[in-house]
Every structure is written in C-alpha cells, then in structure tokens.
C-alpha cells in the first residue's frame, strides 16, 4: 500500500480515501463516488477495528463480508482496496494510542469510554499508510468527523478532511451496517430517530429556540414507539460538541436509541441564517 501511494505521490495525482469497516452500503458507496469525483487513485480501507469496540459491544458479530465489498468496489471502479489484517495494525508489543481531550470525552464518547481513542489510533495509523490528499467522512458520524478533523489540525497532518451528508432509506431511516441486525417490525420503529429529528426542525420552525424544549420534543416522539429505548439525546455546538442551552450559530441535534438491541445513532446539522433563521440538514 505504502508503494503503491507513493508512486501516485510522484505522478502528482490526488490520492482519495474512504476508510470504512466493510459491510458496505449506499451510504459508504456515496463517499466512494464522491472521491472518485475529485480524486485518482481512490484507496478504501477495510478494517474491522477491535480498539474501538466496548467490551460488551459487537465486536465479534460485527458483519463480515469481503467477497461482497470488495465486488461492489470494483464495480463503482475503485483503484485499491486495503484489507490489513488485526496483526498488522496492531502488532506485538503495540503501545501507542492518540487521544483528542475533551471532544473525546462528550456525547457519544460519554457513553462509549475509549471508543474515539480507538477511531483516532486507527485513522492516523490509516492515514500514515495511505497518505490521502483528502479523505472523506459520513456526517451520520459527526462527532467522528469532528475528533478526525482536530486530530488533523492538532497533528499538521497533511490531509484534507470532507464531511458528506447522511444517505437515508426512503422512510428517512439513516443507512448504517448495523440496519441488519433490525428485524421487519423493529426495522419499522426505528425511523422514529429520523421523525424526531423532523419533529424538532418543526418545532424550530415556529420559533423555539430552547434546548430543553426541543429535546422534550424529540423524547416525546420517541416515547411513541416501544420498542425503542433513547440512549440519549443532546443538543450540542457542532465544533466542541458541548452541551447548548439554545440553539445559536451551528449546533448538532445528537441522538442514540436501542432499537431492540441494536444500538443506532442519527443527527441533524442546525445552521444559523444572517437574518436569525436556521437552515437544517438531517
């Protein structure tokens, strides 16, 4: 792989990356399409990451299913796919792991202790393989892009980052490898993430701006289904990530549910208009 970048280095052409964890999906294949748009070669990353996995979490069970990825690969005419094996990321003695403090710490990283040390170890690890010129990111993991984003900043790293918008079914069920494990009926429950978010764009619509009541909004429409249980929902500025007591200037809508027992998250991007608007994308 290192070869390979390095010769595309000398050509003066624009290396892409998209790295994912393979059960790949529309919403992979639009970054793919994306870099192949601005980029040649386009590098795709397949690693099942154990270091940011929690112990009770799906490690194990995580869908596996490489023949299929790297077939849909080929097809949308991706120029390498890069499979490292758990050995090779993370050899014998390894010791080293990168952790962005603070953005780390909040919302998703609350819950899940270690996960985003995990994701950034991997990704400057990824990135240091394949040096991109740009890599691109789902906005369905937007507290993800945004510790990559200052880990690149933090570290001078030679990468552009870009954020793409979150693929959803046709109900407005956010794209997600994990959608798998749904069955027909939690399947159907679980686009109450995405109505509760449009629940909350109404709301905010007519005027409200206070955060207590916008997330009152979204837990009541979530309340609506039993079978799903919020793990938490979270009006954050959308740099830090720390907790907004009004919606001003650009903030995430954060949530997480258990559907049955799958674990999913979903947000919306509120952005602050000149004439005190907000312009939102979900």
Known sequence: MKQVVRQASKADRLTGFVPTMGALHEGHFSLVREAKRQCSPVVVSIFVNPTQFGPSEDFKKYPRQMDRDRAALEQLGVDYVFAPSVDEIYPEGFQTSVTVEGLSERVEGRVRPGHFRGVATVVLKLFEIVRPNIAFFGRKDAQQAQIIRQMTRDLDLDVSIQVCPIVR?????????????????????????????HAARQTI???????????????EVIATESGVRLDYAELVDADTFEPAVRLRGNCYLALAAFVGTTRLIDNALFEEQPDGTFRVTV
């Open 169 to 197: 079914e046709s109900d407005g069920l956010a794209i997600s490898s994990r959608n798998a494990y749904l069955n027909p009926q939690e399947r159907k429950s679980a686009t109450v993430l995405y109505r509760s978010l």
């Open 205 to 219: 619509a007519k005027g409200e701006r206070d955060a207590v009541q916008l997330l009152k909004t979204v837990r």
